[in-house]
C-alpha cells in the first residue's frame, strides 16, 4: 500500500486509500502534512514493530503507560488493503450524541471490506515540537512538549463517554454518578458553580473510574525532536504517543489545575464534560456542544480549551522515549517518499526543518 516511489507519497497511503491525494501540492500544506505525517509515522512504526506509547488510566485515575500496536490503535491493520485513511471528517459512531453541525475530527479510519464502508476510530492528531519553550533550556532528560486542546476535543470525550452508556439501563447508572452535584440553576454564573466544582470533578473522575476497562485512544502526539530546540533535527528524531480519553481528562486534574476563587480553563473543560453529560442522560437523549462552551466561557476566551507548557506535560510524558525516540531522523526518507519533501510549505517548523535538511534524502 506504499506511494510509488517516483510520486509524491507518504509510507501507507495513496489516492487509492486516502481521501487526500499526495500526488498535489495542496495536500502537503501545513494543515494537511501535520494529520497526514503522523498517520503514515503511526504505519511505518506498525511495519517495523515499533509500537507507540499509550497513556492510559488505572482504577485510581492515574495516567500510566502501556503500549499499542498500530492495528489496535487504528482498529484496523494500517497497511491492510481495507484500510481507508479519512481526513478531515465526522465519525459516525459519535454525531448522534450531539446535535448541530457534526464537527470534524482529524482521522477517521475506515474499514473498506465492509458494505458501508464502516467507521472504526476517530482520532485527533496533535504533531508536537520536542523541545518545547518552557523546556529546551532543561537537560535532554527533561525535554518535553507543549499540547493545546480545543474545544472539540471535550465534544469527543464526552461522545466518547456517552458510547459507553447506549441502553436505559446504562444511563441511570450514568445519571446516577452525575447526580453527586446539587441543582445548579444558573450554570452560566461562576459563583453558582465555583462551590459545587469539587462534587463535579467528583462526579467525572467516578465516571473515569467505572470505565476504566472502556477507554478507547483519542488523541493521537507524535513528537519531533530539535537539538536543544534548535532548527536541526535530533538523530532520534521521531515517536509517538496515544493518549486515552480518560488520560486526556486527567490533564485537567493536574494540583495546578484548581483555583478556589475562579474558574480557570481545566476547571472549565470538566464542567463541560459534566454539562454535556447530563444533558445527554435528560429527556432529548443529546447535548449541544457548541451551546455549552458558548454560554459557559466563564469570562475567559473559547479558542482554546487548555493548553499545558512541556514543564507540565513532562509528568505524563516521561519515558525513555521521550528522551530518545526510537525513530531517527535518517528513517524520515522512509516515510515522505517520491519527492513529497518538495512540495512541502515551510511554514510550520518541522515543515521548515526538513525542507532545511536535504541531507536527509541522499
Same mark, same amino acid.
Given at each position: 500500500?506504499?506511494?510509488?516511489?517516483?510520486?509524491?507519497?507518504?509510507?501507507?497511503?495513496?489516492?487509492?486509500?486516502?481521501?487526500?491525494?499526495?500526488?498535489?501540492?495542496?495536500?502537503?500544506?501545513?494543515?494537511?502534512?501535520?494529520?497526514?505525517?503522523?498517520?503514515?509515522?503511526?504505519?511505518?512504526?506498525?511495519?517495523?514493530?515499533?509500537?507507540?506509547?499509550?497513556?492510559?488510566?488505572?482504577?485510581?485515575?492515574?495516567?500510566?503507560?502501556?503500549?499499542?500496536?498500530?492495528?489496535?490503535?487504528?482498529?484496523?491493520?494500517?497497511?491492510?488493503?481495507?484500510?481507508?485513511?479519512?481526513?478531515?471528517?465526522?465519525?459516525?459512531?459519535?454525531?448522534?450524541?450531539?446535535? @448541530?453541525?457534526?464537527?470534524?475530527?482529524?482521522?477517521?479510519? %475506515? =474499514?473498506?471490506?465492509?458494505? /458501508? &464502508?464502516? *467507521?472504526? !476510530?476517530?482520532?485527533?492528531?496533535?504533531?508536537?515540537?520536542?523541545?518545547?519553550?518552557?523546556?529546551?533550556?532543561?537537560?535532554?532528560?527533561?525535554?518535553?512538549?507543549?499540547?493545546?486542546?480545543?474545544?472539540?476535543?471535550?465534544?469527543?470525550?464526552?461522545?466518547?463517554?456517552?458510547?459507553?452508556?447506549?441502553?436505559?439501563?446504562?444511563?441511570?447508572?450514568?445519571?446516577?454518578?452525575?447526580?453527586?452535584?446539587?441543582?445548579?440553576?444558573?450554570?452560566?454564573?461562576?459563583?453558582?458553580?465555583?462551590?459545587?466544582?469539587?462534587?463535579?470533578?467528583?462526579?467525572?473522575?467516578?465516571?473515569?473510574?467505572?470505565?476504566?476497562?472502556?477507554?478507547?485512544?483519542?488523541?493521537?502526539?507524535?513528537?519531533?525532536?530539535?537539538? @536543544?530546540?534548535?532548527?536541526?533535527?535530533?538523530?532520534?528524531? %521521531? =515517536?509517538?504517543?496515544?493518549? /486515552? &480519553?480518560? *488520560?486526556? !481528562?486527567?490533564?485537567?486534574?493536574?494540583?495546578?489545575?484548581?483555583?478556589?476563587?475562579?474558574?480557570?480553563?481545566?476547571?472549565?473543560?470538566?464542567?463541560?464534560?459534566?454539562?454535556?453529560?447530563?444533558?445527554?442522560?435528560?429527556?432529548?437523549?443529546?447535548?449541544?456542544?457548541?451551546?455549552?462552551?458558548?454560554?459557559?466561557?466563564?469570562?475567559?476566551?473559547?479558542?482554546?480549551?487548555?493548553?499545558?507548557?512541556?514543564?507540565?506535560?513532562?509528568?505524563?510524558?516521561?519515558?525513555?522515549?521521550?528522551?530518545?525516540?526510537?525513530?531517527?531522523?535518517?528513517?524520515?526518507?522512509?516515510?515522505?517518499?517520491?519527492?513529497?519533501?518538495?512540495?512541502?510549505?515551510?511554514?510550520?517548523?518541522?515543515?521548515?526543518?526538513?525542507?532545511?535538511?536535504?541531507?536527509?534524502?541522499?
Amino acid at each position: 500500500m506504499n506511494a510509488k516511489r517516483n510520486e509524491p507519497g507518504l509510507f501507507g497511503q495513496d489516492h487509492n486509500n486516502s481521501s487526500r491525494d499526495y500526488s498535489q501540492e495542496y495536500y502537503w500544506g501545513k494543515n494537511q502534512f501535520n494529520s497526514s505525517f503522523p498517520a503514515s509515522l503511526v504505519a511505518y512504526m506498525s511495519h517495523k514493530g515499533v509500537m507507540p506509547v499509550y497513556l492510559c488510566t488505572d482504577s485510581e485515575n492515574n495516567v500510566i503507560h502501556k503500549t499499542i500496536s498500530g492495528t489496535d490503535l487504528f482498529r484496523i491493520d494500517p497497511l491492510s488493503q481495507y484500510a481507508f485513511y479519512n481526513f478531515e471528517s465526522s465519525f459516525s459512531a459519535y454525531d448522534r450524541f450531539y446535535t @448541530g453541525e457534526r464537527e470534524k475530527i482529524d482521522l477517521v479510519m %475506515l =474499514d473498506t471490506s465492509t458494505p /458501508s &464502508n464502516s *467507521a472504526l !476510530i476517530g482520532l485527533e492528531i496533535k504533531l508536537t515540537a520536542l523541545p518545547d519553550s518552557t523546556t529546551k533550556h532543561l537537560s535532554e532528560e527533561k525535554y518535553s512538549c507543549e499540547i493545546v486542546v480545543r474545544p472539540p476535543t471535550i465534544n469527543f470525550i464526552a461522545c466518547s463517554i456517552c458510547n459507553c452508556f447506549n441502553t436505559n439501563d446504562e444511563k441511570e447508572i450514568l445519571r446516577e454518578m452525575l447526580s453527586i452535584v446539587p441543582k445548579i440553576n444558573h450554570w452560566e454564573e461562576p459563583d453558582e458553580v465555583l462551590p459545587h466544582y469539587q462534587l463535579i470533578l467528583k462526579s467525572i473522575l467516578n465516571i473515569s473510574t467505572y470505565l476504566q476497562r472502556n477507554q478507547t485512544p483519542l488523541i493521537i502526539q507524535p513528537v519531533w525532536k530539535t537539538q @536543544g530546540g534548535k532548527s536541526i533535527l535530533s538523530e532520534d528524531c %521521531l =515517536d509517538v504517543f496515544v493518549w /486515552s &480519553n480518560l *488520560a486526556v !481528562i486527567q490533564m485537567c486534574n493536574r494540583k495546578d489545575s484548581y483555583n478556589s476563587k475562579r474558574i480557570t480553563r481545566p476547571m472549565r473543560a470538566i464542567i463541560w464534560i459534566y454539562l454535556m453529560l447530563l444533558d445527554y442522560v435528560s429527556v432529548y437523549g443529546q447535548f449541544d456542544y457548541r451551546r455549552i462552551v458558548r454560554l459557559h466561557s466563564y469570562n475567559i476566551a473559547n479558542d482554546k480549551a487548555y493548553a499545558l507548557s512541556g514543564i507540565q506535560t513532562y509528568e505524563f510524558l516521561n519515558c525513555a522515549e521521550l528522551s530518545h525516540p526510537r525513530i531517527s531522523k535518517n528513517e524520515i526518507k522512509n516515510i515522505i517518499l517520491g519527492g513529497g519533501q518538495n512540495l512541502l510549505s515551510p511554514e510550520r517548523r518541522f515543515d521548515a526543518v526538513i525542507v532545511n535538511s536535504p541531507d536527509l534524502f541522499e
